[in-house]
């Protein structure tokens, strides 16, 4: 089993729509979850961070986290072509690692 | 200032070229990375360092060398590459605790002819 899971889609929703992107992870002590949208042979963005159990909001952007299921997620409302990318979730590991394992991302298409 | 400095954008190189990839951030970071990415795929760990020390090496072959000549430049030394190393090669730096973010640069676009 993969440390972090993501489906690597596409994912494609209309211009206006929320997207929603799901992420996994199997160790349960994990305490910091990271998203990064990566633009086609760009480098990966940090969009978003969260730590604790709920919903965070920036903007368009929502992270939810859910510790007992193991799951993180990204929502992304009133979706645009720019928001086109793949979106990396980061996990950092329990005890005490700084070192980031990120999923092998999803492909978001948001068309017009 | 969040930026990690890459040089050189684009890298075309032989397989019996050395060159070396650079990093710089002034964030006060101590913790620094080297990913390779492949087209389609996520970044892959190749090495950490913590407080200039090397910490981690997924074993990565011996043509990569890394180095940390202090706490704010990473280098990746290049030698007899093969041309399925062609990647982004991708420089990240953290603080050294657990729920801080990484800071990606921009990248390395390299080419093994």
């Known amino acids: 089993q993969k440390e972090v899971e993501q489906n690597s889609g596409p994912l494609s929703v209309p211009e206006g729509a929320i997207a929603s992107l799901n992420c996994t992870y199997s160790?349960?002590?994990?305490?910091?979850f990271f998203w990064y949208r990566q633009y086609s042979g760009k480098s990966p963005e940090l969009i978003m961070f969260?730590?604790?159990?709920g919903d965070k909001e920036d903007g368009r952007f929502t992270a939810q986290l859910n510790k007992a299921s193991q799951y993180v997620s990204l929502l992304i409302r009133d979706s645009q072509p720019s928001d086109s990318a793949t979106y990396l979730c980061?996990?950092?590991?329990?005890?005490?690692?700084?070192?980031?394992?990120f999923g092998r991302g999803t492909s978001l298409i948001v068309h017009p | 200032d969040t930026e990690v400095t890459q040089t050189p954008k684009h890298l075309v190189m032989g397989m019996t070229n050395k060159k070396s990839l650079k990093c710089e951030q002034h964030?006060?970071?101590?913790?620094m990375y080297w990913y390779k990415q492949k087209a389609k795929k996520p970044p892959e760990l190749m090495f950490v360092?913590?407080?200039?020390?090397?910490?981690i090496n997924e074993s990565v072959p011996s043509r990569f060398s890394p180095e940390c000549p202090n706490s704010s430049l990473l280098n990746l030394h290049l030698h007899a590459l093969q041309p399925e190393d062609s990647a982004l090669y991708l420089c990240a730096s953290s603080q050294v605790r657990d729920s801080t973010e990484a800071f990606f640069g921009q990248g390395t676009r390299l080419t093994v002819v």
């Open positions: 160790d349960r002590g994990s305490q910091s």
């Open positions: 969260i730590y604790s159990n």
């Open positions: 980061a996990v950092k590991r329990a005890g005490g690692s700084y070192i980031p394992t």
């Open positions: 964030m006060g970071h101590r913790a």
């Open positions: 360092y913590s407080y200039e020390k090397l910490s």
